[in-house]
Each structure stands twice: as structure tokens, then as C-alpha cells.
């Protein structure tokens, strides 16, 4: 008889087989730098302000972009926004930025009008202080596993407002959130971009992974630079997923 073949795994096989290894990698984080150097892995989040020695870490594996976050002033941790000196810091080592709005996102209570257009509001503020350039994206998160038709009226709701704010200022709007959250968004056009969140149980999270529509894709929370850090895979080796400068 002639040897079976065996079919080449699909990519979200390939996914959900790298996801996993990030996970148990991040749970000896601990112990010592976990970073990671693959073709599709170009770019990397990060909740506290960057160093020059990370950034030289960061080129070092192949990253190609920071992604830090806008936040309001009441930071939900310290040192979480995205500041001048920090952004030309980045700028200068030659890596893009990516920026993310999330101020307890978290929370469904964050997920309102009044709440869109404050957070719309006080992005376009750190926009301008990070001289961000038109056409570059602002993502905001939905860090949670929402599914009832009310509680993505009140999402949308909430993108309503922020689409309301951002309209003329030439930036693009992003989710970050699941893949039932981001199809949700991009079909009633509300977002443009999507990052997928790395938990794989929220919900579509494989069914909106093989549709290939997002542009980033959270791994799990590891350790490397010294610093707690999640990768992110892109889609393609030269993405663009409304990163600037670099």
C-alpha cells in the first residue's frame, strides 16, 4: 500500500499550537527571559515606558514595533501612558509605534456614550502630544469575553461615539478585543482594524483567526527584557496595522 500523506496543518492549528507554547513558556516566566525570535512576530505591547537597553533587545529578535497605551490621567498603573520623551525615545531607535486607548476597559461598565467620547476625547489629546500622523491607528480595548446582544449594543454604542470624536482628525480607529467583538465592529463599520486578544476562549476566536482579517494577534503574557511583555504575530512579515514612525 502507498504511504498516506498527511495534510499539512492549517493555520489556526498553527496558531493555537503557538499560543499554547507562549503559555507555557509565560508560566516560567519567572525564572528567565523568554523572548522569541520568529518571521511573524514583529511587534510587541508593553504597559510600562520602554528603555533604550529593551529597545536594543526588542531589534535584537527581529521586533519591529511598540505598542504602548493611551490612558487618562488617572492611569489604571503608573506610568501606562504613552509620553513625548518616551515616544522620541522609540522614534530615535528606529522601531514604529502602535497605540492602544484602555482606561478598566476591562470593566462593562466602561462601555457607554459618555465614556466613548471622553476616551475618543483624550486620545486625540495624546495624539497630538506624540505628534501621531494622520492616517496611523488608534485601537481601543474590549478586554472581555462579551457576547449577549446587549452587551455588544452597549460596544457599539460606546465605537458609535468614538467614531464620532475621531471623524475628521484622519486617525484610523481599531478594536482590540475577540473575534466575535471585532466582526461585530468591522461589519457595522465602526472599526477598521482588528487585533485579536490572546485568550482563545472568548468567543470566535478561531472562526475570526481563519478569516484573516485582523492585523495583530496577542500571545500570551511572557517575560523577556526583564519586563512582562505579550508578542504579537502579524499579518504578513511587512503588516501595516496603523503603526507610525520607525
Same mark, same amino acid.
Given at each position: 500500500?502507498?504511504?498516506?500523506?498527511?495534510?499539512?496543518?492549517?493555520?489556526?492549528?498553527?496558531?493555537?499550537?503557538?499560543?499554547?507554547?507562549?503559555?507555557?513558556?509565560?508560566?516560567?516566566?519567572?525564572?528567565?527571559?523568554?523572548?522569541?525570535?520568529?518571521?511573524?512576530?514583529?511587534?510587541?505591547?508593553?504597559?510600562?515606558?520602554?528603555?533604550?537597553?529593551?529597545?536594543?533587545?526588542?531589534?535584537?529578535?527581529?521586533?519591529?514595533?511598540?505598542?504602548?497605551?493611551?490612558?487618562?490621567?488617572?492611569?489604571?498603573?503608573?506610568?501606562?501612558?504613552?509620553?513625548?520623551?518616551?515616544?522620541?525615545?522609540?522614534?530615535?531607535?528606529?522601531?514604529?509605534?502602535?497605540?492602544?486607548?484602555?482606561?478598566?476597559?476591562?470593566?462593562?461598565?466602561?462601555?457607554?456614550?459618555?465614556?466613548?467620547?471622553?476616551?475618543?476625547?483624550?486620545?486625540?489629546?495624546?495624539?497630538?502630544?506624540?505628534?501621531?500622523?494622520?492616517?496611523?491607528?488608534?485601537?481601543?480595548?474590549?478586554?472581555?469575553?462579551?457576547?449577549?446582544?446587549?452587551?455588544?449594543?452597549?460596544?457599539?454604542?460606546? !465605537?458609535?461615539?468614538? #467614531?464620532? +470624536?475621531? =471623524?475628521?482628525? @484622519?486617525?484610523?480607529? /481599531?478594536?482590540?478585543?475577540?473575534?466575535?467583538?471585532?466582526?461585530?465592529?468591522?461589519?457595522?463599520?465602526?472599526?477598521?482594524?482588528?487585533?485579536?486578544?490572546?485568550?482563545?476562549?472568548?468567543?470566535?476566536?478561531?472562526?475570526?483567526?481563519?478569516?484573516?482579517?485582523?492585523?495583530?494577534?496577542?500571545?500570551?503574557?511572557?517575560?523577556?527584557?526583564?519586563?512582562?511583555?505579550? !508578542?504579537?504575530?502579524? #499579518?504578513? +512579515?511587512? =503588516?501595516?496595522? @496603523?503603526?507610525?514612525? /520607525?
Amino acid at each position: 500500500m502507498p504511504a498516506k500523506k498527511c495534510a499539512p496543518p492549517s493555520p489556526v492549528s498553527s496558531v493555537t499550537a503557538l499560543i499554547a507554547a507562549f503559555a507555557v513558556w509565560a508560566s516560567t516566566a519567572h525564572a528567565t527571559d523568554l523572548c522569541v525570535r520568529d518571521p511573524e512576530v514583529q511587534a510587541v505591547d508593553s504597559s510600562a515606558p520602554v528603555t533604550e537597553s529593551f529597545l536594543d533587545q526588542m531589534k535584537a529578535i527581529g521586533v519591529k514595533t511598540i505598542i504602548r497605551y493611551y490612558d487618562h490621567e488617572g492611569e489604571t498603573l503608573p506610568g501606562k501612558t504613552l509620553r513625548r520623551a518616551e515616544r522620541d525615545t522609540i522614534v530615535m531607535s528606529g522601531l514604529g509605534i502602535g497605540v492602544v486607548f484602555q482606561h478598566r476597559n476591562n470593566k462593562f461598565a466602561s462601555f457607554t456614550a459618555f465614556r466613548g467620547r471622553q476616551d475618543a476625547e483624550r486620545s486625540l489629546i495624546l495624539a497630538a502630544e506624540n505628534s501621531q500622523p494622520r492616517g496611523s491607528a488608534i485601537y481601543f480595548g474590549v478586554d472581555g469575553a462579551w457576547s449577549a446582544p446587549n452587551e455588544l449594543v452597549n460596544i457599539m454604542t460606546y !465605537f458609535q461615539e468614538v #467614531n464620532t +470624536r475621531l =471623524a475628521g482628525s @484622519g486617525y484610523r480607529v /481599531g478594536v482590540y478585543g475577540s473575534g466575535l467583538v471585532c466582526n461585530t465592529l468591522l461589519a457595522n463599520r465602526l472599526a477598521e482594524l482588528c487585533w485579536l486578544a490572546a485568550p482563545t476562549n472568548w468567543p470566535d476566536f478561531s472562526a475570526w483567526y481563519q478569516t484573516r482579517r485582523w492585523k495583530l494577534v496577542q500571545l500570551p503574557t511572557t517575560w523577556c527584557g526583564g519586563r512582562s511583555v505579550d !508578542f504579537n504575530l502579524t #499579518n504578513g +512579515r511587512e =503588516a501595516e496595522y @496603523g503603526q507610525f514612525g /520607525g
